[in-house]
T-cell receptor, first 112, second 112 residues
Framework: DAGVIQSPRHEVTEMGQEVTLRCKPI?????LFWYRQTMMRGLELLIY????????DSGMPEDRFSAKMPNASFSTLKIQPSEPRDSAVYFC??????????FGPGTRLTVT | SQKIEQNSEALNIQEGKTATLTCNYT??????LQWYRQDPGRGPVFLLL?????KEKRKERLKVTFDTTLKQSLFHITASQPADSATYLC???????????FGKGTKLSVKP
């Protein structure tokens, strides 16, 4: 298996633009997680899905952030409009069972 | 408030020695505690999981202990090698929920 796939690997955008991050989980995994990592705050869970259904989105910072999982093999995290404080590395992870998580390589987002 | 803390931001040791990393938590009753390794520019990689009713778990040169009275987990790498240099993250599963709460990590450097 190729592991968790994320795209793009790097994204540089200007403040106010829409940003869409993509994730393909490991086939057969029924949990998908979106995390954000910064030096200041470490690794934070934003949202997670079970069988394509959002279970806990309490970590989503504000309404500018949204996540979808239209099918078992694809998920998106969207930021609209983006702000400089959104600059971070965003990780997608998948698992089955829930506790041993496999992380993707991350998307490094820079908002100028 | 609930916290998970890894006491040392950085730990420098000599090759061949045992590295011991500490993870403390407050105001959680975790069912599981996990340790991950993260290399620069990559996502975390799962290493070990220990349950609340387990005192110790081993995997090759790695050993994890879990003391629910002290609210502490220790992570040991015996006969350390320069290739063990990385950031190590502890993470816990609070109660029956599925999400992981991560510490900020300890950066381990093993000098030859």
């Amino acid at each position: 298996d190729a592991g968790v796939i994320q795209s793009p690997r790097h994204e540089v955008t200007e403040m106010g633009q829409e940003v869409t991050l993509r994730c393909k989980p490991i086939s057969g995994h029924d949990y998908l997680f979106w995390y954000r990592q910064t030096m200041m705050r470490g690794l934070e869970l934003l949202i997670y899905f079970n069988n394509n259904v959002p279970i806990d989105d309490s970590g989503m910072p504000e309404d500018r952030f949204s996540a979808k999982m239209p099918n078992a093999s694809f998920s998106t995290l969207k930021i609209q409009p983006s702000e400089p404080r959104d600059s971070a590395v965003y990780f997608c992870a998948s698992s089955s069972p829930i506790y041993e998580q496999y992380f993707g390589p991350g998307t490094r987002l820079t908002v100028t | 408030s609930q916290k998970i803390e890894q006491n040392s931001e950085a730990l420098n040791i000599q090759e061949g020695k045992t590295a011991t990393l500490t993870c403390n938590y407050t105001n959680y009753s975790p069912a599981y505690l996990q340790w991950y390794r993260q290399d620069p520019g990559r996502g975390p990689v799962f290493l070990l999981l220990i349950r609340e009713n387990e005192k110790e778990k081993r995997k090759e040169r790695l050993k994890v202990t879990f003391d629910t009275t002290l609210k502490q987990s220790l992570f040991h790498i015996t006969a350390s090698q320069p290739a063990d240099s990385a950031t190590y993250l502890c993470a816990l599963v609070p109660g029956s929920q599925g999400n992981l709460i991560f510490g900020k990590g300890t950066k381990l450097s093993v000098k030859p």
